[in-house]
């Protein structure tokens, strides 16, 4: 089984920019399509974007289109959520997890969660 680890969370400022990372130390998941999720206090959980495993395919929800971008660099096992124009709505503990194929859809996730890494917006 897979574990994934996200990093990169911490504090943002609105309109301000986070970078948020997942990675499976010792793992080559190259060839596994990831998905970001997050989850709000009193939320249920969500899909964010998705990134197939040549990251030649991705798939955002329409919340996040045009202000988040996810890409991957393989060689370092390793796949980026760039967050941007942050809002109090983006405020939520994001999560990654290995997900089924997708096209034209949110993926589904298909691994266990990890732990998450809390995005925080406040000035």
């Known amino acids: 089984q897979v574990q994934l680890g996200e990093a990169g969370g911490g504090l943002g400022q609105p309109r301000g920019s986070l970078r948020l990372s997942c990675a499976a130390p010792?793992?080559?998941?190259?060839?596994?399509?990831i998905g970001w999720f997050r989850q709000a206090p009193g939320e249920e959980r969500e899909g964010v974007s998705c990134?197939?495993?040549?990251?030649?395919?991705?798939y955002y929800a329409d919340s996040v289109k045009g202000r988040f971008t996810t890409t991957r660099e393989n060689d370092k096992n390793t796949v980026y959520l760039q967050i941007n124009s942050l809002t109090q709505e983006d405020a939520a503990v994001y999560y990654c997890?290995?997900?089924?194929?997708?096209?034209?859809?949110?993926?589904?996730?298909?691994?266990?969660w990890g732990q998450g890494t809390q995005v925080t917006v406040s000035s």
């Open positions: 990134i197939s495993s040549s990251a030649g395919i991705t």
């Open positions: 997890a290995k997900v089924m194929p997708f096209i034209g859809r949110m993926c589904a996730p298909t691994s266990s």
């Open positions: 010792g793992f080559t998941f190259d060839y596994l399509g």
